[in-house]
């Protein structure tokens, strides 16, 4: 099994600890550390997080708190893919629709990558599941648990 981390799933998993949900994410986490799953994000993921940093977070801290949460994600065993390539974007866009246009990069990427499932908070992900199915972190757990496919999570 092979997911790709979008960036609603990441910056709730560094940031926003008190989150009712916390321990599906952890629990996801967990999974990757066994290499019960694995795992990929992108340099798109890693922009857009900057961005989160940026928006909440005091001036003088923005540089230490971006590099401490590049520091988390790299402590995992997570691949972390590249930019598309413009003729590849370009193909890869032409299989799906969505309406959020942000999304269609980290579409792209699970798709180029071979991903069975984008984790997300996003909704926007449930536009293009004939070609990527995605879910919630509890949604995961709950598929993989009733499937058998994940044992002791």
């Known amino acids: 099994m092979k997911v ?65 949460a590049i520091f988390e994600i790299v402590c995992h065993p997570i691949a972390i893919i590249g930019y598309l390539k413009r003729n590849e974007r370009e193909r890869l866009y032409r299989q799906f629709k969505i309406s959020d246009r942000s999304d269609a990069l980290h579409v792209a990427n699970a798709m180029k990558e071979k991903c069975d499932k984008i984790i997300s908070f996003d909704t926007h992900f449930k536009e293009v599941e004939s070609v990527i199915d995605s879910c919630t972190p ?16």
């Open 4 to 68: 790709y981390l979008d960036s609603s799933f990441l910056i709730a998993f560094l940031f926003e600890h008190e989150r009712e949900d916390y321990d599906s994410i952890e629990r996801i986490f967990s999974l990757i550390d066994r290499h019960k799953i694995e795992a990929c994000v992108s340099l798109y993921n890693l922009s857009e997080i900057r961005q989160y940093v940026e928006q909440n977070s005091p001036a003088e801290i923005i540089n230490e708190l971006f590099r401490l």
């Open 138 to 153: 509890d949604e995961f757990l709950d598929i993989e648990k009733k499937e058998g496919k994940l044992l002791n999570i």
